[in-house]
């Protein structure tokens, strides 16, 4: 027996640092993020395995078996059958485009059908959010709210990708696995950064900006706090001990070409997450325009562009 889910990656423009339990991996602020359509991870399970066994685009991947087989126990069970694991992305993996949101989404989606279990879609954003905090939102399609509740996170679609159906375009600026995860990088600012704690308390503000934003399909207004926002977090990842700095000098060339770009009168606003890639959201008119401005940069790699999507689903 096989199944196989598809999920994609979501880009956070009010954005997530730090945990407020470690063990369930729940975060210390609530979130707003966009779910890119054209991005995805596909997640093949068979269940005719003598052992587990995992591979990522082609290649095995032993080194990763372990957390995903946590995440399979916890939606199948610990006495579930043996898997063989096959994960394929779009997209580079392990670079800061929330490669790990859209693999665990869709792993839970896949685990919890291979294994007959009928669970409602939050109950598996929650389950998919002991293993990436950010795999949560890729349950759902177009924006997101995380909400922080007692023992568990509230995740809900604020509104449909085709209520307003903005673009992503995807600067990449280097393809090599990040030198420190996410997780670790975030308990080390939380011990050392001396802005973490306002990070925390302003976060509700930013919050309140951007659900209003979004709903009154604001542009501007959500261009101001998403960026605010964005470069809040690193502040208090420059700041940590030792920092955590993920840019590179082409990220700093793309952050201006955007700059530039809302200068001249596009509609464009630029956010950067645990990484050195530079996603600008644009509207669907200047995603073009955008495009080969960031293209021009030197030290791009690569440039991808989508529109927001639907949320972690079976295929077939």
């Known amino acids: ?46 269940a005719d395995a003598e052992a587990d066994e995992l591979s990522v685009n082609g290649d095995s991947r032993p080194d990763l078996l372990p957390r995903i087989a946590s995440c399979l126990d916890l939606v199948a069970g610990d006495d ?66 995380l909400e922080n509740a007692a ?3 509230q995740v809900r679609t604020i509104c449909d990708s085709a209520s307003w159906p903005l673009s992503v375009v995807v600067a990449i600026t280097s393809t090599l696995p990040k030198s420190v995860g996410s997780g670790e990088a975030m308990e080390i600012s939380r011990r050392t950064s001396p802005f973490y704690e306002r990070w925390i308390d302003a976060q509700g503000d930013d919050l309140q900006r951007a659900r209003t934003a979004i709903l009154a399909r604001d542009f501007e207004a959500l261009a101001d706090v998403a960026e605010h926002n964005c470069l809040k977090m690193h502040s208090v990842m420059w700041a ?30 630029f956010t950067i997450d645990a990484g050195p890639q ?37 295929l077939g």
């Not at 082409?250 to 464009?268: I, K, N, S, Y």
């Not at 495009?291 to 529109?307: N, Y």
């Open 1 to 46: 027996m096989h199944v196989t889910a598809r999920a994609h990656p979501n880009i956070a423009l009010v954005k997530y640092w730090g945990k407020r339990d470690s063990a369930r991996n729940l975060p210390a602020v609530g979130s707003i993020s966009i779910t890119l359509g054209d991005l995805w991870t596909d997640m093949r399970l068979e």
């Open 80 to 145: 579930r059958q043996p898997m063989s694991v096959s994960s394929h992305s779009n997209f580079p993996v392990a670079a800061g485009l929330a490669s790990s949101a859209s693999a665990f989404a869709a792993a839970v989606v896949a685990a919890a059908a291979i294994s007959g279990r009928k669970l409602e879609r939050e109950e598996l954003a929650n389950l998919a959010g002991r293993a990436s905090g950010s795999a949560a939102r890729s349950l759902y399609e177009g924006f997101v709210e």
């Open 151 to 153: 023992e568990r996170v």
């Open 240 to 269: 940590s001990r030792p920092p955590m700095v993920y840019w590179n000098a082409a990220t700093l060339d793309c952050m201006q070409a955007v700059r530039q770009l809302r200068a001249d009168g596009a509609g464009v606003f």
């Open 278 to 314: 530079v996603k600008a959201v644009c509207l669907p008119e200047d995603a073009d325009r955008v495009r080969d401005a960031l293209t021009g940069v030197d030290g791009v790699e690569r440039v991808m562009t989508s529109g927001l999507g639907e949320g972690a689903h079976l």
